[in-house]
């Protein structure tokens, strides 16, 4: 491929694919797709970036629990000094 053709593709905006779906699930794409009102690629597209967005915040939770996991002594010894100052809240 020459440096041109590179730059070229690398230079659109979108990319076509080719994926294989079981019979099954290419019926249920056309049955929402119709039900939807949407074409085929919409209907794709919107389900991988659902999925990008559920692993992006997957991951963000899984470390979030791994810092408070990280964290958690301190946060038990900083409620323990601060513990005179609820007592006195009440």
Avoid at 11 to 23: L, T, Y
Avoid at 37 to 61: G, M, P, Q, Y
Wanted: avoid cysteine; glycine fraction near 2%; proline fraction near 1%.
């Amino acid at each position: 491929m020459t440096a041109r053709k590179k730059k070229t593709i690398a230079m659109r905006a979108s990319r076509k694919v080719i994926i294989d779906f079981p019979a099954a699930l290419y019926a249920q794409t056309e049955a929402a797709t119709a039900a939807l009102s949407i074409n085929r690629s919409t209907l794709i597209r919107s389900a991988v970036e659902d999925f990008l967005h559920k692993l992006r915040r997957d991951k963000l939770e899984k470390e979030l629990a791994e810092g408070y996991i990280a964290n958690a002594s301190q946060a038990r010894q900083t409620a323990e000094d601060f513990s005179h100052v609820d007592a006195e809240l009440l």
